[in-house]
């Protein structure tokens, strides 16, 4: 059983930046897939980042590639969501998730564990 709890989240200007945590607990991040997820109000959840734990290969939606940068620190058991030149349409609940069953990473369905979301709220 793994246990994620985000943080960071808050209400920023468009152009601003957040950088979004995830803490995990009962294993080790090393062994494990984690990918963040994103959900605005009346719209499907779709994964923003991805990244291997231990190997960092990551993967990126390409609604933020080049602004969204995922990393982990295996000694803290945490992984990040570094967030730049947010823009109003960035506004959503965040979720980390892990526990993958070999689907893909940007596919909510892949994930067993899931955190209870931080909001990040960008305002124009």
């Known amino acids: 059983q793994v246990q994620l709890v985000e943080s960071g989240g808050g209400s920023v200007q468009a152009g601003g930046s957040l950088r979004l945590s995830c803490a995990a607990s009962?294993?080790?991040?090393?062994?494990?897939?984690i990918s963040w997820f994103r959900q605005a109000p009346g719209k499907e959840r779709e994964g923003v980042a991805g990244?291997?734990?231990?190997?960092?290969?990551?993967q990126y939606a390409d609604s933020v590639k080049g602004r969204f940068t995922i990393s982990q620190d295996n000694a803290k058991n945490t992984v990040y969501l570094e967030m730049n030149s947010l823009k109003p349409e960035d506004t959503a609940l965040y979720y980390c998730?892990?526990?993958?069953?070999?689907?893909?990473?940007?596919?909510?369905?892949?994930?067993?564990?899931w955190g209870q979301g931080t909001q990040v709220t960008v305002s124009s």
């Open positions: 990244i291997l734990g231990g190997g960092g290969s990551t």
């Open positions: 009962g294993d080790t991040i090393r062994y494990h897939y």
């Open positions: 998730a892990t526990g993958a069953n070999g689907g893909s990473w940007n596919n909510p369905r892949t994930f067993r564990y």
